[in-house]
């Protein structure tokens, strides 16, 4: 089975930087994207990034592109996600995600392994 393990969250100041990273556990295959989410409280989970296994294709939301870079370490099992100039409506549960497809989506009902969440809370 595969297991996911966020960490890295925190609080932060508007302006400043995060690195979260989401430790991977159990068998993998190169088809496989990894994805980040993220939920605010009332609000539906939204896409924030995602990777190819190789590392050849990434994706990312309007929200934040040219702020956020997502990035992986094969030899590690980790994906990491680096945040940039948070803003508060960054402010929200990210999720680690993994889809057992060959092709990318953006839904999170397309992907099939979760991870429990780390909070990220950016104050103004």
């Known amino acids: 089975q595969v297991q996911l393990v966020e960490s890295g969250g925190g609080l932060v100041q508007a302006g400043g930087s995060l690195r979260l990273s989401c430790a991977v556990s159990?068998?993998?295959?190169?088809?496989?994207?990894m994805g980040w989410f993220r939920q605010a409280p009332g609000k539906g989970r939204e896409f924030v990034s995602a990777i190819s296994w190789t590392g050849a294709e990434t994706y990312y939301a309007d929200s934040v592109k040219g702020r956020f870079t997502i990035s992986g370490d094969n030899a590690k099992n980790t994906v990491y996600l680096k945040m940039n100039s948070l803003k508060p409506e960054d402010t929200a549960v990210y999720y680690c995600?993994?889809?057992?497809?060959?092709?990318?989506?953006?839904?999170?009902?397309?992907?099939?392994?979760w991870g429990q969440g780390t909070q990220v809370t950016v104050s103004s």
């Open positions: 995600a993994a889809m057992r497809s060959s092709r990318m989506a953006a839904t999170s009902s397309a992907y099939d392994y």
């Open positions: 159990g068998r993998t295959f190169s088809y496989y994207y």
